[in-house]
């Protein structure tokens, strides 16, 4: 079944099954691979996108549910003005150690400094529970996110 999705601002249409998740979508129809896969069970984070600018786990979201909204990946945040501020914070502080759940971890961190440019501690770590990272580079991001909302 063709379904359009409108993927950072184009739409793109995919020959797939409603139920299939978001997550495959993007890396197999669309050769998107910046949206990691995890757990696939919406419970580490690595595969988040942006559905109307809001985190969304792809492993969870069916293409049938998100034809509906305006799906957001890392390769666009990453050419974005928020994503190059982040990510020049995430460089200057080292954060990444592995470096597997960091697209993850700055689309939650974009999401979260769009809606809250000046955020505490808590609104960080409440924000970015959702995102497991096996290093523990979290105070790292915690810093790199708090250096990003200067
Ligand atoms: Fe989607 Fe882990 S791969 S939450």
Not at 65 to 94: F, N, P
Not at 95 to 104: L, T
Not at 108 to 118: E, I, K, W
Request: charged residues 20%; neutral net charge.
């Amino acid at each position: 079944m063709a379904i359009n999705l409108k993927v950072n601002g184009r739409i793109r249409t995919v020959d797939a099954d409603p139920a299939k998740p978001l997550l495959w979508a993007l890396r197999e129809d669309l050769d998107m691979v910046g949206t990691k896969f995890g757990c696939g069970a919406g419970l580490c984070g690595a595969c988040t996108v942006h559905l109307d600018g809001n985190p969304a786990r792809a492993c969870q979201t069916p293409i049938g549910e998100a034809q509906e909204m305006a799906i957001t990946t890392i390769e666009a945040v990453a050419q974005s003005d928020a994503g190059k501020r982040i990510s020049a914070s995430w460089i200057k502080l080292d954060v990444p150690q592995c470096g597997y759940c960091q697209a993850g971890q700055i689309m939650s961190a974009t999401a979260l400094l769009a809606s809250n440019p000046r955020p505490t501690d808590e609104d960080i770590d409440s924000a970015m529970t959702g995102n497991l990272c096996r290093c523990s580079t979290y105070v790292r991001i915690r810093e790199a996110i708090k250096d990003a909302a200067k």
